[in-house]
């Protein structure tokens, strides 16, 4: 006899990076697995992750950057690098001053993500201002592409900062290049979120799994 049994729909919100990158393939499949429901994914901003967290929509969210509120816990995850990506070859470690010459594209300021990279250039005495010339994009989707399409110019490069997630294929295809600010690395975590009140069993459950959960190498 066939089941006619309907299966319930857990719903996942992500942040860019995580849903784009991290949870297509393996994470998805975890997921699946652990839940034993219909699996809905919702890739939007940290903002709204948590908004609808606290709302009710979502079950659970995997964001990018500390946007917390009183109704929703947090809890540190897995690793994550921000890096400067650029479509003409730099030296791999660049010195502060260097970045003077660089063009960069960015987020807004009121962005999670762009206040996290603001907040690590604070951190090593580096001004905005610094920069050969400024263009806000709405998203980290916009900032790589502007990269990838920008003029060549070895004098003043177009860079961007993202996590080396994003352009993974990118770089490995040459089409564009990674590197650092020499001595002063931006690492920074991905955070599971939740509604504050006791989570049920399975949410509890999956929480748990993906504190387990590596990044493929």
């Known amino acids: 006899m066939k089941n006619n049994i309907k299966k319930t ?3 996942l919100g992500t942040t860019y990076t995580i849903g784009s990158y991290i949870l297509p393939g393996s994470l998805t499949e975890y997921i699946d697995t652990h839940t ?10 940290c903002i709204h992750v948590v908004e609808e967290i606290k709302s009710g929509k979502l079950d659970l969210g995997l964001i990018e ?10 809890q540190e995850w897995l690793d994550n690098e921000l890096v400067i990506c650029s479509k003409v070859k730099i030296s791999n470690y660049l010195e502060k001053d260097e970045l003077s010459r660089f063009n960069i594209i960015c987020q807004p300021k009121s962005s999670p993500i ?6 690590f250039l604070t951190q090593f005495n580096i001004d905005n201002a610094i920069f050969n010339a400024t263009t806000q994009v709405d998203n980290t989707t916009a900032t790589i592409q502007s990269v990838k399409w920008s003029k060549p110019n070895i004098e003043n490069p177009t860079i961007t900062i993202v996590s080396p997630l994003t352009i993974e294929d990118e770089v490995k295809r040459g089409e564009l ?3 650092r600010i020499k001595d002063h690395e931006m690492h920074h975590k ?3 979120v939740y509604k504050k009140e006791n989570p049920i069993p399975i949410i509890q459950n999956l929480i748990d799994e993906l504190l387990k959960y590596k990044l493929p190498h």
């Not at 950057?65 to 947090?74: L, N, R």
């Open 36 to 45: 034993e429901e219909d699996l809905k994914v919702s890739i939007k901003s």
């Open 65 to 74: 950057t500390p946007t917390f509120h009183k109704d929703v816990m947090a």
């Open 177 to 179: 290049f990674i590197s």
């Open 114 to 119: 762009q206040k996290l990279i603001n907040k």
């Open 9 to 11: 729909t857990f719903n």
């Open 190 to 192: 991905f955070y599971i």
